[in-house]
């Protein structure tokens, strides 16, 4: 078990697709600190999938953005998502675990670039993005703030 200090998304009690426990339709997605990354692990399940054993690119982007900014997130200020490019190498499968990371490339201030990937057990590259954020005004960080930071900063 990962140590919950190292967790970047501590409060999960909203609705997000991507990492809100709420939605009992989501992804339910745990990031962690790594080494100048975001890190989380998660299996796919049969309702992901597009083809047979074959996650939706749809869910595959989502995993992506989700990582990418939880990257941005976790460098101090929410953000939203002004574009994400995905490059889809291989099928990532269901039934399977992978390890998704997202990381900051170049922060400018308010706009904020970064980069995700999706790895297989075997540390295959599934799938990249590029990503850019838009950082939030201070106003809507204090509005969001009690929702989704509230206890992350433990």
Known sequence: MKDQQDRVN?????????C????????HLAFYRGD???????????????YTR???GG?????LDEAMSWAVIDSGRLAVTA????????????GEPVTVTGSVTNDRGRAVETS??????????LATS???FIRVSEKQQREWEETYLIGESD
């Not at 100048?36 to 597009?50: D, K, M, Q, W, Y």
């Not at 574009?83 to 990532?92: E, G, L, M, N, T």
């Not at 995700?116 to 075997?122: C, F, K, P």
């Open 83 to 94: 574009r994400i490019s995905v490059d889809f190498r291989k099928p990532v499968p269901s």
């Open 36 to 50: 100048g990354e975001v890190v989380a692990t998660f299996t796919p399940r049969p309702e992901h999938e597009g």
């Open 130 to 132: 590029t990503g850019l």
């Open 54 to 56: 074959m996650t939706h």
């Open 20 to 27: 809100g426990v709420q939605n009992d339709m989501g992804l």
């Open 59 to 63: 869910i595959v982007s989502t995993m």
């Open 116 to 125: 995700g990937e999706i790895r297989d057990g075997d540390g295959q590259v």
């Open 10 to 18: 501590k409060t999960t009690d909203h609705g997000c697709f991507g």
